[in-house]
């Protein structure tokens, strides 16, 4: 997601009181708006399931942002950002695009050896380390107590789903195993640590800019290495890859990044990012729906903390 204008790379932690008195209050059109994108995110893990069903994991993470650098190269040119970077942001891109291979390739690799709604329960605790490095580390923020709250939940909903992963069901297509579960849970961290990454080199480049070149810098480093260690299956390309890849690269990592751009360009970051609790929801939901995963009660459980966890730490009371 991202902050307010869009300063943080497609995804936001706020904390702290907003100034309401800057910003439009959210109508029926901009929640609607909001509730699609976060919906949209959802289904993610899943889109990702059923590309990696053809496809090796790398090779997937590089067709995706190889598509949303299309995307983004479009936007820029609409919205008149520099196509082109200068000095030190070209290291700060390389830096962000270095990132984004780890944490897409940890992301794809973890999905495989897990399961959608794993993954999207877990990717989704970068809440938790974002929020608890500003507060508890460099004490930029100061968490109120349900924040506190929140923490906390999100941490024992990943605790929770980690140490069951290997409590298998024959009924799922995807099997959890705890091997996949650590390295989602990585992918969250990494994740977090990119967002706290890109709010600092948003000072050196304009954000539309920097998403572009982190974009095409990691699509590179994922095709590199998807040549250099994968090998294809052979499986034929069939639909639902299909779907899924053009899902993935244009609708989330293109449409998505533009439609929340657009919502922060008028509502606050503390606004637009609490509706950002229903993803994990939606994610099980859709990995239930479409992947047959298991509708295990810690899975529920766990899904419910970090969507409470997420809720609580973004929302913010008016003074």
């Known amino acids: 997601m991202t902050a307010s204008n ?20 959210m109508g029926t059109v901009s929640v609607s ?5 976060v919906v949209l995110w959802g289904g993610t893990a899943v889109a990702n399931q059923f590309a990696i069903d053809v496809y090796p994991p790398l090779f997937v993470g590089a067709i995706r942002f190889g598509l949303a650098a299309i995307f ?18 070209w290291g700060v891109a390389l830096l962000l695009g270095c990132m984004m291979f780890v944490q897409i390739g940890t992301f794809n690799f973890g999905t495989g050896l897990s399961s959608a709604s794993h993954a999207t329960v877990l990717v989704n605790s970068y809440v938790f380390w974002v929020a608890a490095y500003e507060a508890l580390i460099i004490r930029t923020i100061f968490l109120r107590w349900y924040q506190t709250l929140g923490l906390f939940l999100a941490g024992a909903g990943v605790i929770l789903l980690v ?6 069901h ?20 990494t994740l977090g640590v990119k967002i706290l ?3 600092w080199a948003t000072k050196y480049a304009a954000p539309a800019s920097l998403i572009l070149w982190h974009d095409i810098f990691g699509t590179a480093l994922l095709f590199l290495f998807s040549g250099l260690f994968e090998t294809h299956s052979g499986v034929p390309l069939n639909t639902e890859a299909v779907i899924a890849l053009l899902f993935g690269g244009v609708v989330i990592s293109g449409f998505c990044f533009v439609l929340n751009a ?15 609790f229903v993803t994990p929801i939606c994610g099980i939901l859709l ?7 298991h509708l295990s009660w810690w899975l529920i459980l766990a899904g419910v903390f970090v969507a409470a966890g997420i809720f609580l730490v973004n929302y913010v009371a008016k003074p």
């Not at 708006?33 to 994108?37: E, G, R």
């Not at 140490?163 to 298998?168: C, I, K, V």
């Not at 990995?287 to 995963?293: E, S, V």
Request: overall charge positive; some cysteine.
């Open 262 to 276: 657009k919502l922060l360009q008028k509502h606050g970051a503390s606004q637009v990012s609490v509706f950002s």
């Open 72 to 89: 983004m190269l479009v936007w820029c040119s609409l919205e008149g950002s520099p196509l082109i970077l200068q000095g030190k942001q």
């Open 287 to 293: 990995a239930y729906l479409l992947r047959g995963d």
């Open 163 to 168: 140490s069951t992963a290997d409590a298998g």
């Open 6 to 25: 869009p300063k943080q790379a497609r995804a936001t932690v706020a904390v702290g009181p907003p100034n309401f008195e800057t910003h439009a209050p």
């Open 170 to 189: 024959a009924s799922a297509m995807d099997q959890p195993t705890l091997r996949g579960d650590l390295i989602l849970a990585l992918s969250g961290l």
């Open 197 to 199: 990454v890109v709010k």
């Open 33 to 37: 708006l909001a509730l699609l994108s």
